[in-house]
């Protein structure tokens, strides 16, 4: 039992890492802001859910678990909250998602 | 293990030093600090001292950057380009470099048991913490009684520092400035109208301030205190004033409650010393505020920890409140 928890629990956490890895790599790498927003929310959701979700199951049924899932609870509160007021900001301030964009990395 | 991890984050520090240094754009540095801060948060807390991870986590990453954006709001976010070469502050770092990397050779390596810091008081606290307060946090032990004199003055610090930045701020408005950009929000509205940060906001402030009364009264079994649930209430309340606007924060709280929380907290950390010298022990002596001197050691440090709270919590609101409505006056 302790083993196929273990081995979930590290398939959880390596596929949490994966995910944030991307996310890192999108964030750098796409060309207009709200693109790389969108790869930025990748590390705040599921890699947020894998990461925490693979720990508690290494914690187990103790107060650690619980804290993890507080912790998760108020990372998916805010980050998609943070991730919204980022991208209300930048339409706000007159920055517009367009089709066929010329890329600033190009420019 | 864990010095790969320190190695890591060190290296990280540095590189986020040097981002800072380089960049031009005040806005990107703010930022650029704030990840600093967390950063060295982390450091903090691989090295045991959670007490002051917390406080790095609390008011470097979260407060600072609040108040650096209030300031930028006000400065406008691009460096004035220095007309003097880079040479002479090159050379002073370069000196003061080879000076620290010399320094570091004397020092004791990292939990040396000779190094002397762990052999002169450190071990008598240890010791007496459990005898004299009967409780298992040795940081707060240290800051709130053994060295209770410090830390009243720090309270100090604080009052001093807040009634600075007030009379700075309550100055009357300078010319405004034109290259200044402005952001394109009405500040006194904040983001009411903006549904999804307001509930949000909604449903996690009462946690925030319910965690930072949780600090400040459990600081003398967990990491915590009087210094860092100041910085969370306030950064709570700060959130609060966003989402709602400065008017409906000051209704709230008002800046007369917030400087009367500055004074009054100093004061009552001095008063718990007088009432311990009427009573007819030294100043800041806790053991005769109770006919048994270990609770009168947890009284007198769950009452300074009060002190210290109002007055850390009412001095940043009170400055951050004095940035708005600087900014809206100018």
Known sequence: MTTVIDILSWVLLLAGSIFVFIGGIGTLRFPTFYTRLHAASLTDGIGTILILGGLVLQAGWTLAAFKLLAILVFLLLTGPTAAYALANAADMSGMKPEENEVSEVEK | ?330
């Not at chain 2, 002190?307 to 100018?330: E, M, N, T």
């Open chain 2, 1 to 330: 293990m864990v010095t790969l991890f320190a190695v890591f984050l060190l290296t990280l520090l540095v590189l986020t030093a040097i981002a800072v240094v380089q960049t031009k754009n005040l806005f990107v540095a703010v930022m650029l600090m704030g990840i600093f801060s967390l950063l060295m948060a982390t450091v903090f807390f691989i090295l045991d001292a959670a007490d002051v991870a917390l406080t790095e986590a609390a008011v470097g990453a979260g407060i600072s950057t609040m108040l650096f954006l209030a300031t930028l709001a006000l400065t406008g976010e691009h460096e004035k380009p220095s007309k003097k070469g880079p040479w002479i502050s090159g050379l002073v770092v370069a000196i003061t470099s080879l000076i620290l990397i010399d320094a570091t050779f004397e020092q004791p390596y990292l939990g040396d048991p000779m190094a002397p810091v762990q052999q002169h008081v450190a071990p008598w606290y240890l010791e007496m913490t459990p005898e004299l307060m009967d409780f298992p946090n040795v940081v707060t032990a240290v800051l709130a009684s053994f060295r209770g004199y410090d830390t009243l003055g720090e309270v100090f610090v604080v009052l001093t520092a807040c009634i600075g930045v007030l009379f700075i701020l309550s100055a009357g408005p300078g010319a405004p400035n034109p290259k200044s950009p402005r952001i394109p929000t009405a500040p006194s509205v904040g983001l009411r109208h903006h549904l999804i940060p307001r509930v949000v906001g909604k449903l996690l402030i009462p946690f925030i301030v319910l965690f930072g009364l949780y600090v400040q009264f459990h600081g003398e079994y967990s990491p915590g205190g009087g210094f860092q649930a100041g910085a969370i209430i306030a950064a709570g309340m700060i959130l609060y004033a966003l989402l709602e606007g400065e008017k409906q924060a000051l209704k709230v709280l008002p800046q007369s409650v917030l400087i009367g929380m500055v004074v009054g907290g100093a004061m009552l950390y001095g008063m718990v010393g007088v009432v311990g010298m009427l009573m007819g022990g030294n100043f800041l002596d806790y053991s005769v505020l109770s006919s048994n001197p270990v609770s009168g050691q947890q009284i007198g440090i769950l009452i300074i920890e009060i002190g210290v709270g109002l007055a850390v919590c009412g001095a940043l609101l009170a400055i951050f409140h004095a940035f708005a409505a600087r900014r809206s006056v100018g």
